[in-house]
């Protein structure tokens, strides 16, 4: 059964920066296409940054030029750095993995960015 385990979560200063890491197991990593949502009260989930099995990345505009998605396939993991923080990225981050019909999600990591 494929897991998903999210941390890096925390409360920051605005300008300030965190590093989501979420690490899967129980399948073969590198096959999956990955990606980071996050959902703030009253709001939709929304997807913030994707990568796929290939490398290639897409980002919501809100966090272009201060959000990175990477992964490391040898320790099964996809991280999101975030730096430039700003109180509206304040949200539950919850870390994706895609593999034809197959979806799965972790639990969540909060967010949360002072002014």
């Known amino acids: 059964q494929v897991h998903l385990v999210e941390s890096g979560g925390g409360l920051v200063q605005t300008g300030g920066s965190l590093r989501l890491s979420c690490a899967l197991s129980?399948?073969?990593?590198?096959?999956?296409?990955m990606a980071w949502y996050r959902q703030a009260p009253g709001n939709k989930r929304e997807l913030v940054a994707g990568?796929?099995?290939?490398?290639?990345?897409n980002y919501v505009d809100s966090v272009k030029g201060r959000f990175t998605i990477s992964r490391d396939n040898t320790k099964n993991t996809v991280y999101l750095q975030m730096n430039s923080l700003k109180p509206e990225d304040t949200a539950v981050y919850y870390c994706n993995a895609k593999k034809h019909s197959l979806e799965v999600w972790g639990q969540g990591t909060l967010v949360t960015v002072s002014s």
């Open positions: 990568i796929s099995s290939g490398g290639s990345t």
């Open positions: 129980g399948s073969i990593f590198s096959i999956y296409s």
